[in-house]
Nanobody, 116 residues
Framework: QVQVVESGGGLVQPGGSLRLSCVASRSISSSNHMGWYRQAVGKQRELIAEFIWGSGMKDYVDPVKGRFTISRGSANNIVTLQIHSLKPEDTARYYC?????????WGQGTQVTVSS
């Protein structure tokens, strides 16, 4: 069973920064696609950043462009999401999704709350 675990969330003031991590129990390779999603209370889960591992292609939704950066971590089973200039509307639970050829894995999420 493949597991994905997110961490790094917390309570931060507007304008602050956070670094979210996604650790998979299986290595991530060129055959993988992964994404960071978020879900605010009362709203649907939305894709905010995606990373095609093999090509290195990264894409972001407009509300986070220029503030969020998805990157490979220090090991081949880690993906990070660096977040700057946080806004109250960024408050949500953030989820990591990693797709291997044989499995689509989700983590339990990490809560990000932006408030003064």
């Amino acid at each position: 069973q493949v597991q994905v675990v997110e961490s790094g969330g917390g309570l931060v003031q507007p304008g602050g920064s956070l670094r979210l991590s996604c650790v998979a129990s299986r290595s991530i390779s060129s055959s993988n696609h992964m994404g960071w999603y978020r879900q605010a209370v009362g709203k649907q889960r939305e894709l905010i950043a995606e990373f095609i591992w093999g090509s290195g292609m990264k894409d972001y939704v407009d509300p986070v462009k220029g503030r969020f950066t998805i990157s490979r971590g220090s090991a081949n089973n880690i993906v990070t999401l660096q977040i700057h200039s946080l806004k109250p509307e960024d408050t949500a639970r953030y989820y990591c999704n990693v797709i291997w050829p044989d499995i689509n894995a989700w983590g339990q999420g990490t809560q990000v709350t932006v408030s003064s």
